[in-house]
């Protein structure tokens, strides 16, 4: 029709006409151009607001399965600590119960596992770029970069504690006491320890079970250090996360 309209007003040399039908042409692009751009941006401001909003709630548990690993990483440290001042004690103080229970904690094999679900979206669907704040781009990259050699130290703590303390325990202790004996804070009625005291009060006075012990608060003392850094850059993250909300 516009067009039909432009050749009359050609073949009658009606320039002025022709050149409003032409300015009603582009005013009408680019108002279109225009509301489709601000559609578009609507869209990414409400995809963000989304996005943003699940991590953050990503993050909040992040940062509760650090803390708690953290915490029972530092009971096994300190169940570590006492245990190896009875050691140096002639005769320990405490009964062989509450020994086994002290060794069973050090056994503990506490994990982190990072929830990143919404990362993943994010990464998949090409919708990382869009989020409003490439410090906030940043640290989430860093975060699951470090959550990657997280795992790796993990593994290597779980094959230590196959090859090492199981082993040793395997040999040299009653393996239902320090094993079984309130772990994990649960009580276990199947596999009831037979406590023999010579066990572990002889254990206790070589060496190699001092050395096992001090391995067990070591891997304990790495682990802490390493999901401690992963805790304070999840803070990080939940804090530029709230500033854009």
């Known amino acids: 029709m516009i067009l039909r309209r432009l050749r009359e007003h050609v073949r009658q040399e ?25 559609y578009e941006t609507q869209r990414i401001k409400s995809d963000q607001h989304v996005h943003l909003g699940s991590l953050a709630e990503d993050f909040t548990e992040n940062e509760a399965r650090l803390t708690s690993a ?61 989020l409003p704040n490439s410090e906030l781009r940043t640290e989430l990259a860093e975060f699951y970069a470090a959550y990657e050699l997280t795992k790796l130290i993990q593994n290597t703590h779980e094959l230590q504690y196959v090859t090492i303390w199981q082993q040793y325990a395997l040999n040299s202790l009653d393996y239902a006491a320090v094993t079984r004996v309130a772990n994990g804070g649960r009580q276990y009625t199947a596999l009831q320890p037979y406590l023999d005291p010579e066990l572990i009060l002889s254990a206790m006075k070589t060496k190699q079970f001092e050395n096992v012990i001090v391995i067990q608060w070591e891997s304990a003392e790495d682990l802490v250090n390493n999901w401690s850094k992963l805790l304070e850059r999840s803070m990080r993250i939940q804090a530029i996360i709230s500033a854009q909300n």
């Open 70 to 130: 953290i915490n029972r990483a530092e009971l096994k440290m300190a169940a570590a600590i006492t245990l190896r001042g009875e050691i140096r004690k002639n005769s320990p103080d405490l009964s062989v119960t509450e020994l086994s229970q002290l060794v069973a904690q050090t056994t503990f094999l506490p994990t982190y596992h990072a929830v990143d679900v919404t990362y993943r979206n994010l990464i998949s669907g090409g919708a990382l770029v869009n």
């Open 14 to 38: 009606n320039w002025l006409a022709v050149i409003l039908e032409l300015v009603v042409v582009i005013v009408g692009l680019f108002l279109a151009f225009q509301l489709d751009r601000w």
